[in-house]
Structures are given as structure tokens and as C-alpha cells.
Nanobody, 127 residues
């Protein structure tokens, strides 16, 4: 059973930066994906970024391209999300998750299709 623990959320002014971390324990498939979703207040959960657990392939939502960078440590057990040039619309609860396909991060999120979720970390961006 995979367990995911996020950290690094907080409050920041627009234009600022935050770095989220997600530490995984348990078995992580080398052929799956690990990444981030977010859920703004009153809105549906949406995919933000993901990276292949075997390394290489990344995907970003259009709304964060050029501002956010996803990376992982050499052991492939911790994933980071560097968030720069933050905007008020980035305010959300951010969740880490692992799953078998990167397509799970695109469009409507089927939460049951992901293998594991973290507890979430709040990011608040003020204008």
C-alpha cells in the first residue's frame, strides 16, 4: 500500500514562489505516473502536472506551463512541484497522487482510478 505525504504549502503574494514535496512510501511502480492535482474552492479537482515514475515524460496543464516545474529525486520516491509566478487563481488544495496512466491527469478526474492520494496541502495566493 502506497502512502503519500505532501508538504510545502502556504500563503504567498502574487508573483511569489512555493515548492511542494510529496514523499512516497511503499511500492511505486516504475511504469506509472506520480504528480499533482489541485482543487480550488468550489470547483472540481484538476490535474496540474505529472511525471513518469521511470523518469523522463512530464505533462503540465496549460494553465501552469512555463510557471510550474515537476521533478523527482534520484530514488524516484519524492516528487517536487516548483511553483513560480504564482497567481491568485492558483489558490487551491494541492494533492499528490500516483496512477498507471498520465491521461488520468487530463480532463475530468476519476479519483477512484488513481492508486493513492495524499492528504493535501493548501496553497493560498493573495493579490
Amino acid at each position: 500500500q502506497v502512502q503519500l505525504v505532501e508538504s510545502g504549502g502556504g500563503s504567498v503574494q502574487a508573483g511569489g514562489s512555493l515548492r511542494l514535496s510529496c514523499a512516497a512510501s511503499g511500492y511505486i511502480s516504475s511504469s506509472g505516473y506520480m504528480g499533482w492535482f489541485r482543487q480550488p474552492p468550489g470547483k472540481e479537482r484538476e490535474g496540474v502536472a505529472t511525471v513518469a515514475t521511470g523518469g523522463g515524460t512530464t505533462w503540465y496543464a496549460d494553465s501552469v506551463k512555463g510557471r510550474f516545474t515537476i521533478s523527482q529525486d534520484n530514488a524516484k520516491t519524492t516528487v517536487y512541484l516548483q511553483m513560480n509566478s504564482l497567481k491568485p487563481e492558483d489558490t487551491a488544495m494541492y494533492y499528490c497522487a500516483v496512477g498507471p496512466l498520465f491521461s488520468l491527469w487530463i480532463g475530468h478526474v476519476d479519483q477512484n482510478a488513481l492508486d493513492a492520494w495524499g492528504q493535501g496541502t493548501q496553497v493560498t495566493v493573495s493579490s
